[in-house]
């Protein structure tokens, strides 16, 4: 019984107080804030996310971002934070052949659009979200450079891809590149998986 007090004992003032310099708040954070600290906690909390497509790669990204608090930050004038968001985008409704592996989604959702009820299914995982997540029916390519201007991905944190095709993930890739945004890029192609962490001038870019 001593030495587990004292090995409790030990993890409180070494572990939280120094490494981690985060203590227990009792929240949906507190596992997280002890792992990797209150700064990457704020970090992820405060993160500009915008999330191309809500199919099988879409709906897992969601629910970790979800889980993990990415994009709940609100603004604040006093701390000098802009908060945090998420923007989704995808076209496409759910069919019946979507539920047997985009598991945010159930057949009362058939003929719904994906990303707001992707949207929706993420601010039940996580109430922090309401008010912090948009979700669009917007393609991106050329033809929605209005909508999704370089104003825009200058402003991003990240940039997350979750398509099934070259030419959406190339297009992504050079706005990414242009904006000298991060992304993560994540796609499928038939039976093969692909993902990539494009730094832009620093890491090769999918398109390159």
Known sequence: M???????SMFEQNYVQKIAKAAERGDRSDGLR????????DQLANTRLFMVGAGAIGCELLKNY????????????KAGTKGGSIVLTD????????LNRQ?????????????????AAAIQMNKQLKGNIIARLDKVHAGTSHIF??????????????????AA?????ARCVTAKTALLESGTLGPKGHVQVVLPYLTESYGS
């Open 66 to 77: 979800a889980m993990l608090g990415v994009g709940c930050g609100k603004a604040d004038a």
């Open 149 to 166: 201007t370089d104003q825009f991905f200058e402003g991003l944190t990240v940039v997350t891809n979750a398509l099934d095709n070259v």
């Open 91 to 98: 076209p496409d409704v759910i069919e019946v052949s979507n």
């Open 34 to 41: 002890v792992v990797v600290g209150q700064d990457v906690v």
């Open 2 to 8: 001593e030495e587990n007090q004292t090995s409790e």
């Open 103 to 119: 598991f945010l989604f159930r057949e009362k959702h058939l003929r719904k659009p994906k990303s707001s009820t992707a949207a």
């Open 169 to 173: 993930r190339k297009y992504v890739d």
